[in-house]
């Protein structure tokens, strides 16, 4: 049995990957509090609620990640997390700027989307009721 020195990991959200190498050791936050994995931990899956993600890449240099809620998937070498949004900051007093900026951004986006989304359910419903009526 090997021992390995570094992970495999992906970060993925809906429209993009946002980080994708290799780590050393990651920490981010479940329902149940924060945890660390290192290599060789034992292989998991658990939800993640809003917080920090940080890593620690092969090469020393540590990235941060806001993340929204999300799932984290281990399986021996290989790291999934998965998570609705999410932005990479360059050190922690700036990452609150750039999440705050970032998921207001989206929120607005999704807020259009819903709108829109909205008047179109709308059309179909007048337009079904159009082909009830009778034709005189």
């Given at each position: 049995?090997?021992?390995?020195?570094?992970?495999?990991?992906?970060?993925?959200?809906?429209?993009?990957?946002?980080?994708e190498?290799?780590?050393?050791?990651?920490?981010?936050?479940?329902?149940?509090?924060?945890?660390g994995i290192?290599?060789n931990?034992?292989?998991?899956?658990?939800?993640?609620?809003?917080?920090?993600?940080?890593?620690?890449?092969s090469?020393?240099?540590?990235?941060i990640f806001?993340?929204?809620?999300?799932?984290?998937?281990?399986?021996?070498?290989?790291?999934?997390?998965?998570?609705l949004?999410?932005?990479?900051?360059?050190d922690?007093s700036?990452?609150?700027?750039t999440?705050?900026?970032?998921?207001?951004?989206?929120?607005?986006?999704?807020?259009?989307?819903r709108?829109?989304?909205?008047?179109?359910?709308?059309?179909?419903?007048?337009?079904?009721?159009?082909l009830?009526?009778?034709?005189?």
């Amino acid at each position: 049995m090997s021992i390995a020195t570094d992970m495999s990991v992906t970060l993925r959200l809906p429209t993009r990957t946002l980080f994708e190498g290799r780590a050393e050791k990651i920490t981010a936050v479940a329902p149940n509090g924060a945890f660390g994995i290192l290599p060789n931990h034992i292989d998991f899956v658990t939800a993640l609620v809003p917080s920090v993600l940080t890593l620690r890449q092969s090469n020393g240099l540590e990235e941060i990640f806001g993340l929204d809620e999300g799932l984290l998937v281990k399986k021996g070498d290989r790291v999934v997390v998965v998570a609705l949004r999410g932005v990479r900051g360059d050190d922690l007093s700036t990452l609150e700027n750039t999440v705050e900026a970032s998921f207001i951004q989206m929120d607005e986006e999704e807020r259009q989307a819903r709108s829109a989304l909205s008047r179109l359910e709308a059309d179909m419903v007048r337009r079904f009721a159009e082909l009830q009526r009778p034709i005189l």
